[in-house]
């Protein structure tokens, strides 16, 4: 799988929108882009997808670049519950074949802490 | 929709002690997945099961861990014996199937002394 590079750590006040880099330079044509979050002492939580086209959905926005070597997660209105780690995560589509089975790889993610 | 179900929560115990976790899945999901997070890191993959097949458990310290999901439901991971090493959160996330998105469970935290 394409390893993904995010900043360890992001600010952003409370009610303006979060814009959350990614970098996936080696991206193949069969992985998508998947982003989770997860709440301090919970499980990660799904946010969205997304292989080439952007996405919206009612969490947020994922734009990804024409290229797509890298991609930004939009958390439009963010609110104090938005404080989390967020991950983004390259994935091969299982039906892609090869040995993968479209398993999530987790890194380090940024650490989004949101300010009153 | 009930999530996915974990117990318990937190386990403490000492190092060489036997522990297990069990997980139940969303109703209907054929894939099950137990990760390990140790703490500053994100999950990590130990095993993966298709129904009551194991698909992936290649990152599985197979000679201390065990997992089983006998009936393809509910699903149990053992370890035995307990290293310090294995201090971290035990989550268990399930899908409709291989590719689907995953479910994730509130976790078990364990601790060894």
Known sequence: DAKTTQPPSMDCAEGRAANLPCNHSTISGNEYVYWYRQIHSQGPQYI????????????????????????????????????????????????????????????????????? | EAGVAQSPRYKIIEKRQSVAFWCNPISGHATLYWYQQILGQGPKLLIQFQNNGVV?????????????????????????????EDSAVYLCASSLGQGKTQYFGPGTRLLVL
Do not use: W
């Open chain 1, 48 to 116: 969205i997808h997304g292989l080439k086209n952007n996405e919206t959905n009612e969490m947020a926005s994922l734009i990804i670049t024409e290229d797509r070597k890298s991609s930004t997660l939009i958390l439009p209105h963010a609110t104090l519950r938005d404080t989390a780690v967020y991950y983004c995560i390259v994935r091969v589509d299982p039906r892609a074949g090869g040995t993968s089975y479209g398993k999530l790889t987790f890194g380090q993610g940024t650490i989004l802490t949101v300010h009153p």
């Open chain 2, 56 to 84: 992936d458990d290649s990152q599985l310290p197979k000679d201390r861990f065990s997992a089983e999901r006998l009936k393809g439901v509910d699903s149990t991971l053992k370890i035995q014996p307990a290293k310090l």
